[in-house]
């Protein structure tokens, strides 16, 4: 076989949706794939048991639907896909009644701004494709409140401060309780309050039906509620009123976004692997990783409003793979990290490590054929800017790939909606094959909730140690508040420091061995 025979082996084209998948570079030869395809075969079957409504989270006892939100269909009872078709038709019908002005702000002007407020999925989907797809034209302007740190809000807060009566919020929480969403929510509601304006006339909520935030909306008579199913994990749940909610008050099309990925799920069925773009590249992350994690993932996409694509992924691939345990209960430390940012930017940061470095990585680059609306000027040697940018891809492919450096490439015709939809579903089914292939729970994330467990601990520790400092005449050390409290010294030491400095009626007195300072009344 020549190399252009070669060559053309290892490309897919898939004129359905216009997206080219290429893993020449991923070292995936002839033997390779014939030893893959009984467990690749195995993976496929267990995924079309997902989709027709089989209990794929089993230690939540939860189906896994996300699916069925871009082909309600496929669901497994009429209930669900009548609740799936309601639920799109009220995300489309609030979006033009916001736009037309029918729905408005307290003083009866338009919305012209969508604060949302969500952590995590609630966030990372909407903020990656709002960013994707954002125009000059959109309908309205999307603000995130995705963290809670003061600073951030208030930086948010902000920007929409001149048009506040003009601003509209989403919560958005599956359980209603996230700490997170639940502080963004306290903060805005202060901040409207502040500023004379009701925050239930301002506000919607995509929730759990029943949850305490859904019943804090009723109470409150918020504008409207969408719901949140437990089938739907919230990295995968951009296609739902999470995602689609913010999206069609931005003005995106919401429908060309879902049909995107509907005709990716498509390809992603084709028992072919070779026709198969989702089975490709969960067979390239395998051939990687030799099934047991330890290895990177570099996304570059050549094109700047993707930039966001691998932070959304890093929840994604990461969130869903990185498990200490099997589905046996057999400890694997199982993982696949994800970084990346944009190209060429990473061409002049990282990418020397990715080429001289350690043969710990492969890189996906991510193509985009249209450079941009219109013709483009001649910027040098009888070229333009994006075939520089094109080249600068080229070129960095084959750099890694001369270091010994394996690489994969997807292209597709254009960023919009049809293709970021594609983009999305392509990853989701490739961390579901790859998940079945290592034989972990991808739609469970216990380790997460052992961070939000401690941190309420330390919290009530926060509120004892205060009442303790407040109802002292003399300042204390760490390990005499913690000794008093029957608690760790360290844990006291870093929330006292932390305190002191923001609450006005306590101070610290710094002393040359750090530790041994002391906190006390002002």
Not at 95 to 111: I, L, Q
Not at 160 to 177: A, F, N, R, Y
Not at 358 to 378: A, H, M, Y
């Amino acid at each position: 076989m020549d190399k252009w025979e070669k060559f053309g082996s290892t490309v897919l084209y898939a004129p359905e949706t216009g997206l080219i998948m290429e893993w020449g570079g991923m070292d995936m030869g002839d033997q390779y794939i014939f030893s893959m395809e009984r467990p690749i075969a195995k993976a496929m079957v267990a995924m079309r048991e997902l989709e027709m409504g089989d209990i794929a989270n089993p230690d939540e006892d939860r189906m896994v639907g996300h699916y069925w939100l871009r082909n309600a269909a496929l669901a497994p009872t009429e209930e669900l896909r009548e609740e799936i078709k309601s639920c799109l038709e009220a995300v489309k019908s609030f979006a033009a009644d916001v736009h037309s002005g029918k729905v408005t702000g307290e003083g009866g002007k338009p919305f012209k701004h969508v604060l949302v407020g969500g952590i995590g999925g609630s966030s990372l989907g909407p903020l990656f494709v709002s960013k994707a797809l954002g125009a000059r034209g959109d309908r309205m302007t999307l603000h995130f409140l995705d963290n809670t740190d003061p600073a951030g809000m208030d930086a948010v807060f902000e920007s929409v401060e001149p048009e506040l009566d003009e601003t509209l919020t989403i919560i958005i929480s599956k359980s209603g309780g996230t700490i997170e969403t639940r502080n963004c929510m306290v903060e805005a509601k202060n901040f409207y309050e502040s500023h004379g304006l009701s925050f239930a006339k301002h506000c919607v909520t995509v929730t759990g039906v029943d949850s305490k935030l859904d019943k804090v909306a009723v109470a409150e008579e918020w504008l409207a509620r969408f719901p949140m199913w437990d089938w739907v994990g919230g990295r995968t749940s951009v296609m739902s009123a999470v995602g689609l909610l913010p999206l069609a008050l931005q003005g995106i099309d919401v429908d060309s976004f879902l049909a995107g990925a509907a005709a990716m799920d498509v390809l992603n069925r084709k028992p072919n692997i070779f026709e198969n773009p989702g089975a490709m590249m969960a067979l390239a992350w395998y051939r990687c990783s030799g099934g047991k994690g330890g290895v990177t993932q570099v996304v570059l996409p050549y094109k700047d409003s993707l930039d966001l694509l691998a932070k959304y992924l890093q929840q994604l691939v990461m969130e869903s793979l990185g498990k200490e345990l099997d589905l046996q209960g057999n400890k694997v430390n199982q993982g696949l990290a994800v970084m990346g940012n944009k190209g060429t930017s990473d061409q002049h940061s990282y990418v020397q490590q990715l080429v001289g470095g350690p043969d710990n990585v492969f890189v996906t680059f991510i193509q985009v054929l249209k450079d941009r609306d219109g013709d483009s000027v001649e910027v040098g040697e009888g070229s333009t800017s994006g075939d520089y940018l094109n080249a600068f891809m080229l070129g960095t492919k084959k750099n890694l790939e001369d270091h010994g450096k394996r690489t994969m490439t997807v292209t597709v015709p254009v960023v919009d909606a049809y293709n970021v939809g594609q983009i999305i579903a392509l990853y989701e089914r490739a961390v579901g094959l790859y998940a079945q292939l290592i034989n972990i729970n991808a739609y469970h994330q216990p380790a997460v909730e052992y961070g939000k467990k401690a941190a309420g601990g330390l919290i009530e520790l926060k509120n004892r140690a205060l009442e303790l400092l407040l109802a002292s005449d003399a300042p204390m050390t760490a390990p005499e508040i913690a000794e008093r409290l029957s608690a760790d010294p360290e844990d006291v030491f870093r929330l006292m420091l932390h305190l002191c400095s923001n609450d006005k009626r306590l101070t610290v007195n710094y002393n040359d061995y750090l530790p041994d300072s002391t906190f006390g009344k002002r």
